[in-house]
């Protein structure tokens, strides 16, 4: 199995400024995720974070709002970019592992005042 | 496109009853089916994953089934506990989507001691 380190956990931040949440793996992964969940409802998924090339984001997504990175096989991060009310989610990272198993960090609650 | 459907949305019973929670698929062409647990504002937690050519899986007081043909999974939980009190999320991986996971929209169990 993988054990994904996400941090911060939660924060409160002020609109139109970014914020940056970190995704650590214990081993190395091909596949990594971004997901958003946004109150009382399921996830869905931003983008798929590619090493070594621009990330591949799901319809409705776009780089400048979400630009990711993925600077090795054991890490990413996702900036949430110019931040309104509406950003207010709990945003996930996910590991595809063994290109079977999906296992995911434990989250980042994020509230925009 | 997938689409996963989970009923009931939201379960309430008495501790040390059995349960059983549904989930539905209309593309039958899948890598697998994931069950998670999710708590308030955290992560998931995988709890079962049960692979395209297999029927069920158990894990302890859990029990997963899976028939593919007719597009369904369902969760049995035996001898339910307060700790059980969470959202139940089903994920299914597509054939025709990649290694994207199709989420359910969750079903929330509350066991009352």
């Known amino acids: 199995s993988a054990v994904i380190s996400q941090k911060p956990s939660r924060d409160i931040c002020q609109r139109g400024t970014s914020l940056t949440i970190q995704c650590q793996v214990d081993s190395q992964v091909t596949m990594m995720f971004w997901y958003r969940q946004q109150p009382g409802q399921s996830l869905t998924l931003i983008a798929t974070a590619n090493q070594g090339s621009e990330a591949t984001y799901e319809s409705g997504f776009v780089i400048d709002k979400f630009p990711i990175s993925r600077p090795n096989l054991t890490f990413s991060t996702l900036t949430v970019s110019n931040m309104s009310p509406e950003d207010s989610s709990i945003y996930l990272c996910s590991v595809l592992w063994s290109n079977t198993e999906a296992f995911f960090g434990q989250g980042t609650r994020l509230t925009v005042v | 496109k997938q689409e996963v459907t989970q009923i009931p949305a939201a379960l309430s019973v008495p501790e040390g009853e059995n349960l059983v929670l549904n989930c539905s698929f209309t593309?039958?062409?899948?890598?697998?089916l994931q069950w998670f647990r999710q708590d308030p504002g955290k992560g998931l937690t995988s709890l079962l994953l049960?692979?395209?050519?297999?029927r069920e899986q158990t894990s302890g007081r859990l029990n997963a089934s899976l028939d593919k043909s007719s597009g369904r999974s369902t969760l049995y939980i035996a001898a339910s506990q307060p700790g059980d009190s969470a959202t139940y999320l089903c994920?299914?991986?597509?054939?025709?989507?990649?290694?994207?996971?199709?989420f359910g929209e969750g079903t929330q169990l509350t066991v009352n001691p």
């Open positions: 994920a299914v991986r597509g054939k025709t989507s990649g290694s994207r996971l199709t």
């Open positions: 049960i692979q395209s050519s297999q």
């Open positions: 593309d039958s062409a899948i890598y697998n």
